[in-house]
């Protein structure tokens, strides 16, 4: 075959892989987040779609003799860890008692894994750029809609479909296209973590730094309107991470005066919610904190670490909290032969997931599960920690000039992103939004994919 039929095989597929993939991660936050069965079904045929075609380039690069692809040397580690936690996950899908769910729940990994390896070895810088900037323009349209949304019609639809009344009397709190505030604040949360990284780095194209003040514009409105406590401690989080961490580019004293004006901003949004009478700094201040345990945050939470205890090292099972709940939703301090009732009833509603991404996984996969997976994130915050100190290294040493990296940006940004929605998953489920698991994936890639630049260099 001759060499330019071999180079356009690979340009047609590089393209078809890029496309595909990009409008997957663009369109299921549009979808309700991707959360409803069918819909989910959908994206997930779409994505093994996407990955049979890059396997097939693979196998063009081996037996065609193209050499595009971004070596894995330096995430073998990282991939060795996911395989095993994957591995682990299905093993414990296929013992499950309901497999449905067990499967559902062991895809939201799979396909985690099929949005990173494709942008992590097989994009262009370019692509890579460009898809960057797609997920801030998509991030900053879905902060868009919800705040027009919510100011005029109070949230009485999401998208085409009716939005729940407990959010549209007196236009309460904007929900987006997720139906649920919480999780709007949750998307957008991951697109702050987007811009306040393009805001702070130096040296990055110019197209991805003019979206960086209005995405985080959008962002931080989107989260005030949604009022969900956990966006709101969640800024307050990324804020003080960034102030710690965000400027290491800059030199000393100009880095000390950039921290001071961001805790400056910080302090002034901490007085105006203690005493500010606007809604949002209400529900902060009237929540019962002493007696969050009773709370229905607190009952599920309480419900999965009973469950837990049945199976703690293993888990219950993976998809299976929602199957548990019946027998564990009242509290275990009741007694049928003395005819004692429980304190906690807990039969006012019905458990579909706990409001804790980090509780459920150690419910579902049991202290194996948790090891493995957090061992897994902390092999890719290494990576990305890495880069931000070479980076800063090489300032320093250079004088604080420009070291010939354009995309600091990027690091910098998945590690925001991580630490949002790891700290927000500590009281809610955005982890079980199949959309907003696909973009924290994208964006983790994007940084992986660019924390090495000299594989950066050969991709171009």
Known sequence: MRIES?????????????????????????????????????????????????????????????????SLRPFVGLGGAYAVFLGYAFIRALLADVRLDAERSFLLYL???????????????????????????????????????????GNASVMWAP???QYQQGHVRATGSYYCPDHFAGILEIGLALGMAL???????????????????????????????????????????FLAIG?????????????????????ALTVWVMGSSHPYAVRFRHYPWSEIKHSDRGMMIGGALRAWRH????????????????????????????????????????SYEVHSDWVQLLEEYGVVGLILFGFMMGMSVKLLWDALRREAGDRCRGGWGFTGREDVWAPLAALGVLLAMGFHSLGDFNLQMPATVWTTSALLAIGLALTHREHARKSR
């Open 6 to 70: 071999v180079q356009q095989i690979d340009t047609h597929l590089s393209r078809l892989i890029f496309g595909g993939l990009a409008m997957l991660i663009i369109a299921a936050p549009w979808l309700f987040g991707a959360w409803e069965m069918w819909w989910f079904w959908i994206f997930a045929t779409g994505l093994f779609a996407v990955a049979a075609l890059f396997s097939f380039r693979l196998l063009c690069c081996g037996t065609l003799g193209t050499r595009h692809l971004r």
């Open 111 to 153: 396909t985690a894994g099929l949005v990173t390896l494709p942008i992590l070895i097989s994009f262009t810088v370019q692509q890579i750029r460009l898809l960057a900037l797609l997920l801030a323009l998509n991030l900053m349209a879905l902060g868009l809609y919800g705040i027009v949304n919510h100011w005029a019609t």
């Open 163 to 165: 939005g729940f009344p």
């Open 199 to 241: 805001c702070v780095a130096r040296d990055i194209p110019r197209r991805l730094k003019a979206v960086a003040l209005p995405l985080v514009a959008i962002a931080l409105t989107g989260i005030v309107l949604s009022k969900s406590r956990g966006g709101g401690m969640t800024v307050a989080v990324l804020g003080a991470a």
């Open 247 to 267: 400027f290491g580019q800059y030199r000393p004293a100009l880095r000390w005066r950039l921290r001071g004006a961001v805790l400056a901003l910080l302090v």
């Open 311 to 350: 199976a703690p090292m293993w888990g219950i099972g993976p998809g299976q909290h929602r199957h548990w709940w019946a027998h564990v939703a009242t509290s275990d301090d009741g007694d049928q032969a003395t005819g004692r009732w429980p304190t906690q009833l807990n039969n006012n509603f019905y």
